[in-house]
């Protein structure tokens, strides 16, 4: 299996609809590590890190998000795979 990581973006209807905890959810089913955050200016910001296949299926799920959420813009970012996580996590502050 190919590994990569991918950094997201996330803008749009993102925050109080449990954006974050929803992400970490999927992420953590996917076996996939990394971490979600919120960003002062509204936006969600997200690293997921591994199989390729896996990753594609966590961003074509951010781009619907969880029940509420009203996703408008996805920047991608992919690059290679570090392996520096251990899980996927929910981070506070920026």
Same mark, same amino acid.
């Given at each position: ?32 590590? *990394? ?47 570090? *392996? ?11």
């Amino acid at each position: 299996m190919e590994k990569g990581r991918v950094h997201l973006y996330i803008t749009g209807f993102v925050q109080g609809v449990f954006f974050r905890a929803s992400t970490r959810d999927m992420a953590v089913n996917l076996g996939l590590k *990394g971490w979600v955050r919120n960003l002062p200016d509204g936006s969600v910001e997200a690293v997921f890190e591994g199989g390729k296949e896996k990753l594609a299926r966590a961003v074509e799920w951010c781009y619907q998000g969880p029940p509420g959420a009203g996703v408008s813009k996805i920047n991608e970012k992919w690059s290679e795979y570090t *392996g520096e996580f251990n899980s996927f996590d929910v981070r506070y502050g920026w």
